[in-house]
């Protein structure tokens, strides 16, 4: 399978007979569990066992929760090698990536797109055979999305690229409430929504930390695309959507006052930071003032702990 636009002529090749760039079997293994994005995984496992946790209003069963991890993490893998073959041209020239597998020729883009093809087969099979039929079709469609809508389709298009094509992100909530109960209600997609709506700020602000990198490649994030002070007021105008939805589960879901409190707290903390952001940004487009990288560790720390809160309500309030 070839995809089209890319250019495997522009990287530099490995030379074999240079000692410093060696490949051995470890850098091999390295290489194809980097092509999974490890990091990615873990943002999107950290949104499902704690919904598992929410849905069974206790301890689920270990076993579902390993083979719904197991399956999730296949499945996220697999949609991020097949991101990482389409995109592997711009990968060559964007700082970020360029020492990823595929730009530094480690791994060949064949054996990665068979790679890839595997990890969803696992994936599919793990969560149909050990969860069930819909969380095995909510992983596929999360896969299908992230690679076909935004990678294929949105990333190199819009400046809502990432809005849209975020929508891949939110399906780990869903799988992990169809994992326990083995149906769809309110309250995942209230926390569907609320990944829905992080997902801008946190990617933006990364986004202007390396808007050097996409506008050298033509890939139209926002901050390429506006000044820096209108990103950072799109980042403030989805941070109290965002924390508004995020309070909407306490009385559709009747959670316990651990989760509202929470919500509570975390919310206005993102909140502060993004307006202090917004204000740096009004004033210049120096990166250094701005710091835009505070604002994307904020929102890691906050979605993580917001999704801890999901899991420890119904244990602490029982």
Known sequence: MTYVGQSASAAPQRDPEDPTDKVGLRDVVAAYVGLTKPRVIELLLLTTV???????????????????VVGGTLSAGSASVFNCV????????????????????????????????????????????????????LAVAANAFYVFVYTM?????????????????????????????????WVPIILFAVV?????????????RYREDYANVDVPMLPVVVPARQV???????????????????????????????????GAVFLVEAHRMWGRAR?????????PMRLFHHSNLYLSLLFVAVALDPLLTR
């Open 232 to 266: 950072a007021r799109q980042i403030v105008l989805y941070s109290w959507v965002m924390v508004a939805t995020s309070l909407l589960l306490w009385p559709v879901a009747e959670t316990g006052l651990v989760y509202p409190v929470a919500a509570l707290v975390l």
């Open 196 to 208: 829905f709506f992080w997902t801008p700020p946190h990617t933006w602000a990364l986004a202007l």
């Open 283 to 291: 004033d210049t487009e120096d990166l250094s003032v701005i710091q």
């Open 50 to 68: 704690p919904v598992m946790f929410f849905a069974d209003r206790g301890i689920p069963p270990l076993g579902l929760v390993a083979a719904t």
């Open 86 to 137: 389409y995109d592997r041209d711009i990968d060559e020239q964007m700082r970020r990536t360029r020492r990823r597998a595929l730009p530094r020729h480690i791994v060949s883009p064949r054996s990665a797109l068979l790679f890839g093809v595997v990890l969803g087969v696992l994936s599919t099979v793990v969560l149909a055979v050990w969860v069930n039929a819909l969380s095995a079709a």
């Open 153 to 185: 389709l949105l990333k190199r298009r819009t400046t809502q690229n990432i809005v849209w094509g975020g929508l891949a992100g939110c399906f780990p909530a869903l799988i992990g409430w169809t994992a326990v109960t083995g149906e769809l209600s």
